[in-house]
């Protein structure tokens, strides 16, 4: 499927406060995920808790050991939400 991104204010305001490398490492994984958000060296996968506070599927994709970009899938649109270590899954 071909989706349209977008993110929110939140993403970009912690992409902004990530180390340099950091900072590279989710470029480089952005090239798979426009792509393919579920591309298998991403591992993207299911929050459940998240899903459920949010009452709507919440996803996670593991760019480095502790870094995860957070994000939602609506229609063809796909939504990034969050970036940070595993912390951003209790925001």
Same mark, same amino acid.
């Given at each position: ?25 989710? @470029? ?14 991403? =591992? $993207? /996968?299911? *929050? ?19 870094? @995860? ?14 970036? =940070? $270590? /595993?912390? *951003?899954?209790?925001?």
């Amino acid at each position: 499927m071909n989706y349209k991104h977008r993110a929110v204010e939140k993403f970009w305001r912690n992409f902004y406060k990530l180390r340099p490398e950091q900072k590279e490492s989710v @470029r480089r994984s952005w090239q798979l995920f426009k792509g393919d958000p579920f591309h298998p060296s991403l =591992g $993207s /996968h299911e *929050i459940h808790e998240l899903s459920a506070r949010a009452k709507h599927t919440i996803y996670a994709t593991v760019i480095d050991a502790d870094l @995860r970009v957070i994000f939602r899938i609506d229609g063809s649109w796909v939504t990034t939400l969050d970036v =940070g $270590s /595993h912390r *951003i899954y209790r925001a």
